[in-house]
Antibody, heavy 116, light 107 residues
Framework: QVQLVQSGAEVKKPGAAVKVSCKAS????????ISWVRQAPGQGLEWMGW????????NYAQKFQGRVTMTTDTSTTTAYMELRSLISDDTAVYYC?????????WGQGTLVTVSS | EVVLTQSPGTLSLSPGERATLSCRAS???????LAWYQQKPGQAPRLLIY???TRATGIPDRFSGSGSGTDFTLTISRLEPEDFAVYYC????????FGQGTKVEIK
């Protein structure tokens, strides 16, 4: 079955960067994109961007352009999302999900806390 | 920028009742790139509907989606106890955006 397993919770200081991983299994990794969605405490879902599992193409939400980088490693079927210049408002649960359009399988989420 | 507005914010219903959730787009969506997700506390979202009306794999037929253009609806024909959750609509394909969510709570 399709599984997306994310890395563990992180605590970062303002101005730092965080890199979250998402290990995919149970399907052909190169046939689907990976999207990243975040959710601040008590808030709704916010789409960050997506990356192809095949050729590294994709696109980022305008809000995050210049501050986020999404990559994939097809040899380990793992996707990564790096967010830089963190501020307190970046405190959220970050999800990876299969699909560059709609998302049909989701990781368990990674809590990133930004605090001095 | 496309804005999705969901209504109502909260829907208070009893098990067995029908739930009707609305998602309105600020401009007409080309095609039917509209999805619905369910999220329970402490869990990741779960895809229910894509293409405005196609149920995802394993989703019970009490869930149905409809609509086009700017107005979309998720209907739960008879609420089961496990259906009380928050529901989000999503426009996918550039630009991507989520609605703010509708909470379906037990009355």
């Amino acid at each position: 079955q399709v599984q997306l397993v994310q890395s563990g919770a992180e605590v970062k200081k303002p101005g730092a960067a965080v890199k979250v991983s998402c290990k995919a299994s149970g399907y052909s990794f190169s046939s689907y994109g990976i999207s990243w969605v975040r959710q601040a405490p008590g808030q709704g879902l916010e789409w960050m961007g997506w990356i192809s599992g095949n050729n590294g193409n994709g696109n980022y939400a305008q809000k995050f352009q210049g501050r986020v980088t999404m990559t994939t490693d097809t040899s380990t079927t793992t996707a990564y999302m790096e967010l830089r210049s963190l501020i307190s408002d970046d405190t959220a649960v970050y999800y990876c999900a299969r699909g560059g359009g709609y998302q049909d399988s989701w990781g368990q989420g990674t809590l990133v806390t930004v605090s001095s | 920028e496309v804005v999705l507005t969901q209504s109502p914010g909260t829907l208070s219903l009893s098990p067995g009742e029908r739930a009707t959730l609305s998602c309105r787009a600020s401009q007409s969506l080309s095609g039917t790139n509209l999805a619905w997700y369910q999220q329970k506390p402490g869990q990741a979202p779960r895809l229910l509907i894509y293409g405005a009306s196609t149920r995802a794999t394993g989703i019970p037929d009490r869930f149905s989606g409809s609509g086009s253009g700017t107005d979309f609806t998720l209907t739960i024909s008879r609420l089961e106890p496990e259906d009380f959750a928050v529901y989000y609509c999503q426009r996918y394909g550039s630009p991507y955006t989520f609605g703010q969510g509708t909470k379906v709570e037990i009355k």
